[in-house]
Protein backbone atom coordinates (compact mmCIF):
# COMPACT_ATOMS: atom_id res chain seq x y z
CA UNK A 1 0.00 0.00 0.00
CA UNK A 2 1.46 3.47 -1.02
CA UNK A 3 0.29 6.96 -1.42
CA UNK A 4 2.03 8.13 -4.98
CA UNK A 5 1.02 11.70 -4.85
CA UNK A 6 -1.97 13.95 -3.72
CA UNK A 7 -3.38 16.89 -6.06
CA UNK A 8 -5.77 18.90 -4.37
CA UNK A 9 -8.51 17.07 -3.80
CA UNK A 10 -7.30 13.89 -5.74
CA UNK A 11 -5.43 11.38 -4.17
CA UNK A 12 -3.16 9.07 -6.19
CA UNK A 13 -2.58 5.32 -4.19
CA UNK A 14 -2.13 1.79 -4.70
CA UNK A 15 -3.77 -0.44 -2.62
CA UNK A 16 -2.64 -3.83 -1.14
CA UNK A 17 -3.50 -5.84 -3.80
CA UNK A 18 -1.60 -3.62 -6.52
CA UNK A 19 -4.43 -1.74 -7.94
CA UNK A 20 -3.67 1.82 -8.49
CA UNK A 21 -6.24 4.56 -9.12
CA UNK A 22 -7.09 8.29 -8.61
CA UNK A 23 -9.13 9.03 -5.36
CA UNK A 24 -11.00 11.93 -3.47
CA UNK A 25 -12.74 11.68 -0.10
CA UNK A 26 -14.91 9.08 0.84
CA UNK A 27 -14.27 6.88 -1.90
CA UNK A 28 -12.71 3.09 -1.74
CA UNK A 29 -10.24 1.62 -3.96
CA UNK A 30 -9.09 -2.38 -3.13
CA UNK A 31 -10.27 -2.15 0.26
CA UNK A 32 -8.76 0.79 0.96
CA UNK A 33 -11.25 3.78 1.97
CA UNK A 34 -10.09 7.78 1.67
CA UNK A 35 -10.85 9.50 4.81
CA UNK A 36 -9.35 12.60 4.83
CA UNK A 37 -6.87 14.44 2.69
CA UNK A 38 -3.76 16.69 4.19
CA UNK A 39 -1.03 18.78 3.01
CA UNK A 40 1.49 15.73 2.75
CA UNK A 41 -0.34 13.15 4.07
CA UNK A 42 -3.48 10.70 4.43
CA UNK A 43 -6.36 9.21 6.81
CA UNK A 44 -7.47 6.03 5.12
CA UNK A 45 -9.40 3.10 6.29
CA UNK A 46 -7.98 -0.77 6.03
CA UNK A 47 -9.52 -3.79 7.57
CA UNK A 48 -11.25 -1.74 10.01
CA UNK A 49 -7.98 0.33 11.05
CA UNK A 50 -7.39 3.95 10.59
CA UNK A 51 -3.94 4.65 9.12
CA UNK A 52 -1.74 7.15 7.87
CA UNK A 53 -0.14 7.28 4.66
CA UNK A 54 2.95 10.28 3.74
CA UNK A 55 4.25 11.55 1.13
CA UNK A 56 7.16 13.07 2.56
CA UNK A 57 8.01 14.53 6.27
CA UNK A 58 8.33 18.13 6.91
CA UNK A 59 6.08 21.28 6.53
CA UNK A 60 2.51 20.64 7.24
CA UNK A 61 3.34 17.04 8.91
CA UNK A 62 0.73 17.25 11.53
CA UNK A 63 -1.18 13.78 12.37
CA UNK A 64 -4.47 13.80 10.66
CA UNK A 65 -5.24 10.83 13.34
CA UNK A 66 -7.15 12.01 16.52
CA UNK A 67 -5.18 13.20 19.03
CA UNK A 68 -5.32 11.24 22.63
CA UNK A 69 -6.60 13.13 25.28
CA UNK A 70 -4.26 12.93 28.38
CA UNK A 71 -5.13 10.77 31.34
CA UNK A 72 -5.06 12.89 34.77
CA UNK A 73 -4.42 10.70 37.58
Known sequence: MA????????VFLRAP?????LLK???????VKLLLIGTNRVLIE??????????F???G????LPKEKEKTQ
Open 3 to 10: LLGIGDKD
Open 17 to 21: NGQTG
Open 25 to 31: EGEELGG
Open 46 to 55: HEGQKKELTV
Open 57 to 59: AGF
Open 61 to 64: SETL
